[in-house]
């Protein structure tokens, strides 16, 4: 079973940075993506960015790709969300997914139901 804790929210100003780390646990042998997606309130979750554990393919949605990063540092098992230039549209809970798959397999999916492990979320909030 795999575990993921999120961390790095926090209430900023517009403009602001912010970078989310999520650290992954536990049987980790057949994640082979690791994503970053959130939820306004009242809306439905939207997939954010996400990475494979090999390094080999990334994605960040298009409304944010020239502001946010994904990144990871698979020695502390972590996976990182750099969120630049923040705007108040951003605010949101932030959750970190994994998909279950093997190393070799690098197909990916936007849908949310790829993701089947989820973590607690973590509060953005940036105010203008």
């Known amino acids: 079973q795999v575990h993921l804790v999120e961390s790095g929210g926090d209430s900023v100003q517009a403009g602001g940075s912010l970078r989310l780390s999520c650290v992954v646990s536990?049987?980790?042998?057949?994640?082979?993506?690791v994503g970053w997606l959130r939820q306004v309130s009242g809306q439905e979750r939207e997939v954010v960015a996400a990475?494979?554990?090999?390094?080999?393919?990334?994605y960040v949605t298009d409304s944010v790709k020239d502001r946010f990063t994904i990144s990871q540092d698979m020695a502390k098992n972590t996976i990182y969300l750099q969120m630049n230039s923040l705007k108040p549209e951003d605010t949101a809970m932030y959750y970190c997914?994994?998909?279950?798959?093997?190393?070799?397999?690098?197909?990916?999916?936007?849908?949310?139901?790829?993701?089947?492990?989820w973590g607690q979320g973590t509060q953005v909030t940036v105010s203008s």
């Open positions: 990475i494979h554990t090999s390094g080999a393919r990334s």
């Open positions: 536990g049987d980790t042998s057949y994640t082979n993506y």
């Open positions: 997914a994994a998909h279950t798959g093997t190393r070799t397999n690098l197909y990916f999916s936007w849908s949310l139901g790829f993701f089947g492990t």
